[in-house]
């Protein structure tokens, strides 16, 4: 059961090492110094509570019962921490936000030295290192050690819990995701505040509940701190983490177009594993427009040509596997021409009701899936001619490749490289040329 306690220690202390080494110079933030704090703090407490901890630190110091003070003032504080964190996070009049972050401050640490003199008043010879609050709570001013600390972290919930509740109900995305977390976490805390109080009233009243706090209260602890310390966090690094999985889905999509163009970069740059997935893809994608320009000269526009009539008249399951994927770029297309004003077809693809408005969405898929395809083709083949070398010829009609100036546009052309026929048979009718070439 000791491991509760230090699965999200040890979360929280990883993150916190994170966080630290990025605040450099923004501990005079407020809500950075706060969120730090809190995530610190965190660590430590959850860390300290354990019962192994417990007599580690009772053996150092020499003092029975020494880790009880050290851990309630070690919830006050971190429960001094959320409020200031939730005060700066909601914002306001610096003035007032600075007061109220001090009142909160001077009220949490009258409440520590409370607790560090109760406990030097006290007497406790016996070391318990699970069960110290019933098994001490009829004894005289660790009694009222012990319930300041639970009013003063029951006050600080209920506060917690009204501004957080008070506050949903005016924001929206990552800000209102936040909020539901500590929202959550708020429920777990007060659920574990519960079960104590049970427990010591228990005692009080000569019964023996103590298994609610030995065995019930921790879990309940442990999730509320991880739970409320990511409801803090998400706003703040939510964006971040967003940004970084679309980024590696993208990474993943243009990997046969990467593929394709590595080889014509001179100077590859190096990514290592444990970059983050936007520098990869901004890695990836310095290596295929470096390899695009690399085959510009060899861009034929014949091959293209042939490629689209080829792909017009086959039926569309002989195409690429992924339907649902060329109608949501058909889409994409169609809003990108229409906020350029270009609703004018294509040059040179010879079809008159291309981008009509009558057209069904898989019509216009198809056509926008054979640009992407027949623009694969004279890539896939322009790659074998540049690979060739010097003494290539360049082709009497150079092409265009209108397909890389795009994102989503992009993804298709990677997609075609890896999975079209039309773009293999291109591919190897190129290399069959520069064979009889040479």
């Keep these: 059961m000791d491991f509760v306690f230090y699965i999200p220690g040890v979360i929280l202390l990883i993150t916190a090492v994170f966080k630290l080494s990025a605040m450099r110079g923004s501990w005079r933030d407020p ?62 009049e610096p003035e007032k936000v600075g007061r109220a972050a001090r009142l909160v401050v001077g009220c949490y640490a009258l409440v520590i030295v409370g607790i560090v003199a109760l406990f030097g008043l006290a007497d406790v010879p016996v070391e318990r290192t699970r069960d ?30 009204g501004m957080c509740l008070s506050w949903l109900r005016e924001v929206h995305g990552l800000t209102r995701r936040g909020l539901t977390l500590i929202a959550v976490g708020v429920m777990f805390d007060l659920s574990y505040q519960i079960v104590k109080y049970a427990a010591i009233a228990a005692r009080w009243n000569g019964r023996d509940w103590d298994f609610l706090s030995t065995s019930v209260s921790p879990p309940l602890v442990a999730i509320a701190g991880v739970t409320v310390a990511a409801g803090f966090a998400l706003p703040r690094i939510g964006p971040s983490i967003a940004a970084n999985l679309r980024a590696w889905r993208r990474h993943r999509l243009l990997h046969p177009l990467w593929a ?8 590859a740059s190096e990514t290592h594993w444990w970059d983050p997935p936007v520098v990869r893809l901004a890695q990836q994608e310095i290596t295929i427009l470096d390899g695009v320009l690399v085959c510009s000269p060899y861009l034929d526009n014949d091959v293209r040509k042939a490629a689209y009539a080829v792909v017009r008249v086959q ?31 294509r040059p040179d693809h010879g079809t008159s009701d291309h981008g009509t408005s009558d057209q069904g969405t898989a019509g216009q898929a198809a056509v926008d899936r054979a640009d992407i395809e027949a623009e694969a ?34 993804v298709g052309l990677a997609q075609a490289l ?12 190129a290399t069959m040329e520069e064979v009889r070439h040479d």
């Design 260 to 267: 394709e163009m590595r080889d014509l970069r001179v100077l």
């Design 418 to 429: 890896a999975s079209s026929p039309v773009v293999a048979d291109a591919r190897q009718r």
């Design 31 to 92: 809500l950075m110094a706060a969120s730090g704090s809190v995530l610190l703090i965190g660590a430590l407490v959850c860390m300290l509570s354990a019962p192994p901890t417990i007599s580690v630190v009772n053996s150092l110091t020499g003092i029975e019962n020494f880790s009880a003070p050290l851990v309630y003032s070690g919830m006050s504080a971190l429960s001094a921490c959320y409020l200031v964190l939730m005060i700066a996070w909601r914002g306001g």
């Design 315 to 345: 039926p569309t399951t002989d195409l690429l596997p992924s339907r649902r994927m060329w109608t949501r770029l058909s889409g994409l297309l169609q809003r990108d021409r229409r906020a350029l004003g270009a609703e004018t077809p």
């Design 132 to 161: 110290l609050d019933t098994y001490y709570a009829n004894t005289p001013h660790m009694r009222e050690m012990i319930l300041l600390y639970l009013v003063s972290h029951t006050v600080a919930t209920v506060t917690l819990a």
């Design 377 to 410: 083709a004279m890539l896939a083949a322009a790659k074998v001619r540049a690979s060739a070398g010097p003494s290539t010829e360049f082709p009497s009609d150079v092409g265009q490749l209108q397909s890389i100036t795009q994102p989503h546009l992009m």
